[in-house]
């Protein structure tokens, strides 16, 4: 009996894991942490921004608005997820729907409580967060060009935290951000080509849905040509150090990306696609070290 109710509570844990995509917010973390020491705040020592209490609080904050987010994201989307992502969805549905809406207003208040150790402005900042997030799961993503928008912008909003907690205006700083909200906006719009069997039957106004895969690849095509405008600018016109290497594996990765999306119809390629995008995205987070590998080892040691 005590072995059974162990095991069924390690799958609430694993499936409430799931639902807030434990993994993404470790990845969010960390990638904040990377941004301030070593692209925002690089003449910093190294103590002084993981020891910075307000950029902790900071980075909690939008950690756990990020969980609540996928929590409140995954409830409205459950009739669509069991379409899209049945096994995912089993997983994630061995905590109930109430469980999550009880977790998703605990995160948020935590979130809040976070933020007041920071300022006022953070917890009005957090506050609207929070109240996009719900907004666009509930409506705006049924949208059409609005949902991909707003998605967008959401998941690039814990960047902008601590751009602003640095006030760096550097241009190669809105450079290296320009290509990381196309490849957000390309992810989403694969996503969108993974799941429209559910989008079709839910009647989701999304760009595959309306227009059609024709018309989102060509979307999908141009998104990708912009997308070479800033690697040209940081590999050319700025010193990215080692991370240069970065930039010319994520030339070829597109490349292949554009040439394989055109012959892309069934799932699982859309999904090699998605995991194309989602690798970039990562291993961008790791290649902010390869910027001045060098200072990375006397700041560290």
Partial sequence: M????????L?????????IRGYNILILILAQYLT?????APELPLRDVIFDPNLFFLILSSATVIASGYIINNFYDSEKDLINRPKKTMLDRFVSQRTKLSVYFILNFAAIFFASYASFRA???????????????HRLKRILFVGNLVAS?????PFFVVFIYYKNFETVIFIHATFLYLMIVMRELVKDLENLKGD???NYKTIPVVYGEKWSKFFLSVLTILSVIPILL???KFDTGMMIYYFYVCLLLLVFFVLFLYFSAAKWQYLLLHNILKFIIVAGVFSILLIDHADVFTRVF
């Fill in 200 to 202: 079709l039957i839910l």
């Fill in 123 to 137: 917890v009005v900042f957090f506050s609207l967060y929070i109240f996009v997030i719900w907004f666009y799961s």
């Fill in 153 to 157: 912008i959401l998941a690039i909003i």
């Fill in 36 to 40: 301030s020491a070593f692209i925002l």
């Fill in 11 to 19: 799958l609430k844990m694993l499936s409430l894991f799931s639902v």
């Fill in 234 to 236: 940081l590999t050319t």
């Fill in 2 to 9: 005590a072995a059974a109710k162990n095991k069924r509570l």
